[in-house]
Nanobody, 125 residues
Framework: QVQLVESGGGLVQAGGSLRLSCAAS????????IGWFRQVPGKLREGVSC??????????YYLDSVKGRFTSSRDNAKNTVYLQMNSLKPEDTAVYYC????????????????WGQGTQVTVSS
């Protein structure tokens, strides 16, 4: 059974950093692309990243507004994915979720499946 558990969120001042963790179980990270998306109440879900390989495709996607500030990495031995977030801005405030990800060529967007409970990130100005 696929399970993803996010942690590491919190309250940070603008310009600060956080590192989110995503512990995966029920599958092997090696064979999947893992991404992060964020959700603000009343707004559309926003894909933040999608990194890795799946079904013969390789992904290395970051949302434009986080490029150069956020970096996703993984420790396959620990079956864990990380999102290092630097130079945080108030507009980064959201609940962050990790999930299996893929690119939907028909819809022209990144899709996310099997996400966890999420972790709240709040950036104060």
């Amino acid at each position: 059974q696929v399970q993803l558990v996010e942690s590491g969120g919190g309250l940070v001042q603008a310009g600060g950093s956080l590192r989110l963790s995503c512990a995966a179980s029920g599958f092997t990270l090696d064979y999947y692309a893992i991404g992060w998306f964020r959700q603000v109440p009343g707004k559309l879900r926003e894909g933040v990243s999608c990194i890795g390989s799946r079904d013969g495709r390789t992904y290395d996607y970051y949302l434009d507004s986080v490029k150069g500030r956020f970096t996703s990495s993984r420790d396959n031995a620990k079956n864990t994915v990380y999102l290092q977030m630097n130079s945080l801005k108030p507009e980064d405030t959201a609940v962050y979720y990790c999930a299996l990800c893929r690119y939907d060529v028909y819809g022209g967007s990144y899709e996310y499946d099997y996400w966890g409970q999420g972790t709240q990130v709040t950036v104060s100005s």
